[in-house]
């Protein structure tokens, strides 16, 4: 319905939203009946600017309350977030779940609002926000990718490594440095929010209000490559590494 951006009819066929937008990356919630949508696009070059639209009953939308309403038919950009240092920071990784959003900026600052039942917003507490807040829990680490399920967030986590450390693993898998930093995957992986299905990882199907490290990826030889979450479970797809030279041997789906 609404979340077409058409009014409020049903749509069979693909339609042209926004053309002046260079959108970047899209996300939409798993399976929620009343839909909504968030993007990231921009206008001009270094902009990562947040658009949103649809159902907006828990404050989903990320919109200042006094614009927010059931129901925003037209995307809808997103009051932007800033550092510390009160800089405008751009967006690069967005994820929703079944009525809260998660997104990652560019200082690697994590940023969630919506519903906040379970704890899935990572907050320390079970209430709603309408407005973006940082994740401070997540603070001193280095974000890859975050990922939403229904009612739970995974984020996992990576680690700046200078050049000459990894010197000889880039020579024996011949391959080309750009740069003088090299992002390698850690083996970092945190959940929250609803637990009682087993979608955290933890030993204890229980909720989990802030951002719980998953013990099985800290303490075995794998690289976490991609994270997802589906409405009451979560994936990994790794590979198992050498520890003297962080040469991938094989790759696992967990």
């Given at each position: 319905?609404?979340?077409l951006v058409t009014?409020?009819?049903?749509?069979?066929?693909?339609?042209?939203l926004a053309s002046s937008l260079d959108v970047k990356e899209a996300s939409n919630q798993p399976g929620m009946i009343q839909g909504w949508a968030i993007l990231i696009a921009r206008y001009r070059v270094g902009d990562g600017e947040l658009y949103s639209w649809g159902y907006n009953t828990w404050g989903q939308l990320g919109h200042?309350?006094?614009?927010?309403?059931?129901?925003?038919?037209?995307?809808?950009?997103?009051?932007?977030?800033?550092?510390?240092?009160?800089a405008l920071l751009r967006i690069i990784k967005v994820a929703c779940g079944g009525s809260h959003t998660v997104v990652l900026a560019e200082d690697n600052s994590v940023w969630?609002?919506?519903?906040?039942?379970?704890?899935?917003?990572?907050?320390?507490?079970?209430?709603d926000c309408c407005r973006p807040q940082r994740?401070?829990?997540?603070?001193?680490?280095?974000?890859?990718?975050?990922?939403?399920?229904?009612?739970?967030?995974?984020?996992?986590?990576?680690m700046s490594v200078p050049h000459h450390l990894i010197a000889v693993a880039v020579a024996v898998a011949s391959r080309m440095l750009m740069s003088d930093v090299v992002r390698?995957?850690?083996?970092?992986?945190?959940?929250?929010?609803?637990?009682?299905d087993g979608q955290l990882g933890h030993p204890e199907q229980e909720d989990q209000l802030r951002p719980r490290l998953i013990?099985?990826?800290?303490?075995?030889?794998?690289?976490?490559?991609?994270?997802?979450?589906?409405?009451?479970h979560s994936a990994m797809l790794t590979r198992t590494t050498s520890s003297s030279c962080l040469l991938n041997r094989a790759s696992v789906l967990y």
């Amino acid at each position: 319905r609404d979340k077409l951006v058409t009014g409020v009819q049903t749509c069979a066929l693909p339609i042209l939203l926004a053309s002046s937008l260079d959108v970047k990356e899209a996300s939409n919630q798993p399976g929620m009946i009343q839909g909504w949508a968030i993007l990231i696009a921009r206008y001009r070059v270094g902009d990562g600017e947040l658009y949103s639209w649809g159902y907006n009953t828990w404050g989903q939308l990320g919109h200042d309350p006094e614009i927010t309403s059931e129901c925003i038919l037209l995307p809808t950009v997103v009051p932007p977030m800033q550092s510390p240092a009160g800089a405008l920071l751009r967006i690069i990784k967005v994820a929703c779940g079944g009525s809260h959003t998660v997104v990652l900026a560019e200082d690697n600052s994590v940023w969630s609002w919506g519903r906040g039942a379970n704890g899935r917003l990572g907050l320390g507490s079970t209430s709603d926000c309408c407005r973006p807040q940082r994740v401070a829990d997540l603070a001193s680490q280095v974000v890859v990718s975050v990922s939403c399920g229904f009612s739970h967030t995974v984020i996992s986590t990576g680690m700046s490594v200078p050049h000459h450390l990894i010197a000889v693993a880039v020579a024996v898998a011949s391959r080309m440095l750009m740069s003088d930093v090299v992002r390698v995957e850690s083996n970092q992986v945190y959940s929250f929010g609803k637990g009682g299905d087993g979608q955290l990882g933890h030993p204890e199907q229980e909720d989990q209000l802030r951002p719980r490290l998953i013990e099985y990826f800290a303490t075995n030889p794998v690289q976490v490559l991609q994270i997802d979450s589906g409405f009451y479970h979560s994936a990994m797809l790794t590979r198992t590494t050498s520890s003297s030279c962080l040469l991938n041997r094989a790759s696992v789906l967990y």
